[in-house]
């Protein structure tokens, strides 16, 4: 099929994002991240919806201006139906709704969670025209200059969702491992929090823990059976360590943030990558890719090349700007779909929460 001209919109938390693909190839994707919420320490979900409403009408104008479309020549909407924060889903939505009936095309669901791991397959421009495998390394510490083949292995990590997903084609996707409670990218939120940080603390711990001794603090790892995570309790662990580490000395945490970060991290990284090592030996699977806004951790993003080079296996690292939500994603997954004539009706409501 030629000149398959798709916009899609990206609404699900606090990011507004509208990216635009033309026969595979992304030609442009914008994202407009709300800073509304830094000061309350978390995501306040009824200050997103605003937000988007506010940012959807010129975050969409400048995605096809970018990308050099006319609205009149798209061939579908894409968006994003769930999970994600009902608000903030029902501005990306009916939007997309909107425009569908305007141009009289046709609307493509997407969910947030499949769109994560298929941003592996995202082809930009001079990509697309470079290499044969059109894989957008662009830069990024990758081991691996293609595509992921099928099956492969994702590890799923962001502030909501921790999974280890077993792919098996565009569409079809299994769920072998997942958090019984908080997320990877929750914990480090919250422990950030905890040590005073700014919002979203990921980011934060991930640039003082350059700085510190990985081994100058021992937390809590769980023991949970089968592929799946927990880090409830690596959370109630660093909060008891500083509160008896203050009790002795008040500038405990000023004076041993790096340290702290670093050790965290470590904690973090060392339970993912267990499990995600264990499931791939299990299922025989060589090849592994990571996806979500925590796979822009620098140290976990080592320790998956480090993994893939001492098990021969190929590792898969997205750029920078499709880890955290975007819509270029939405518009991959959303093109995959068209291709397959799957549509969806104009009265779909959004989800809150969704399985893979
Ligand atoms: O995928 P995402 O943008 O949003 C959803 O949860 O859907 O992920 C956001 C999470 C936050 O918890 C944030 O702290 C974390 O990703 N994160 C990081 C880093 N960058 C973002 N965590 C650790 N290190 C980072 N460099």
Redesign the pocket.
């Known amino acids: 099929m030629k000149n398959v001209v798709i916009l899609a919109i990206e609404s699900?938390?606090d990011?507004t994002s509208a990216a635009v693909i033309r026969d595979g190839v992304l030609l442009s994707n914008v994202t407009a991240s709300q800073r509304v919420h830094e000061e309350f320490g978390g995501v306040v979900p009824e200050l997103a919806s605003r937000a988007h409403q506010l940012n959807i009408v010129p975050v969409v104008d400048a995605a096809l201006k970018r990308a050099g479309v006319d609205s009149k020549d798209l061939s579908a909407i894409a968006f994003t139906r769930g999970p994600?924060l009902l608000g903030s889903l029902l501005v990306g939505v009916s939007f997309a709704k909107g425009m569908a009936l305007a141009h009289n095309i046709p609307l493509v669901e997407v969910n947030?969670l499949q769109a994560?791991i298929l941003a592996h397959f995202i082809k930009t421009n001079s990509e697309a025209s470079n290499s044969p495998s059109g894989r957008p390394i662009g830069g990024t510490p990758s081991n691996s200059e293609a595509s992921p083949s099928f099956p492969f292995l994702c590890l799923l990590?962001?502030?909501?969702?921790s999974q280890i997903v077993l792919v098996k084609s565009h569409r079809e996707m299994e769920i072998v491992g997942q958090t019984i409670d908080d997320?990877?990218?929750?914990a480090?939120?919250k422990c950030?929090k905890i040590m005073g940080l700014p919002y979203?603390?990921?980011?934060w711990?991930?640039r003082l823990a350059k700085e510190g001794n990985a081994e100058a603090f021992q937390f809590a790892k769980p023991n949970i059976p089968g592929y799946n995570y927990s880090f409830s309790g690596l959370k109630t662990s660093f909060l008891y360590f500083l509160r008896d580490n203050l009790k002795e000395n008040e500038n405990f945490i000023e004076e041993n943030k790096a340290d702290l970060c670093a050790s965290l991290?470590k904690t973090v990284i060392d339970i993912l990558i267990n499990k995600l090592k264990r499931a791939a030996k299990d299922l025989k699977i060589n090849e592994i890719a990571v996806a979500?806004?925590?796979s822009?951790?620098?140290g976990?993003r080592d320790a998956l090349i480090d993994l893939g080079r001492r098990h021969r296996w190929k590792v898969h690292i997205p750029p920078f700007a499709y880890?955290?939500?975007n819509a270029a994603m939405v518009c991959q997954a959303g093109y995959f779909k068209f291709l397959d004539g799957e549509f969806c009706p104009m009265d779909a409501a959004p989800y809150a929460k969704t399985k893979i």
């Open positions: 699900s938390c990011d994600g947030h994560h990590v962001s502030g909501g969702n997320a990877a990218g929750e480090f939120d950030a979203p603390g990921g980011p711990i991930d991290q979500g806004g925590v822009a951790n620098s976990l880890t955290t939500d």
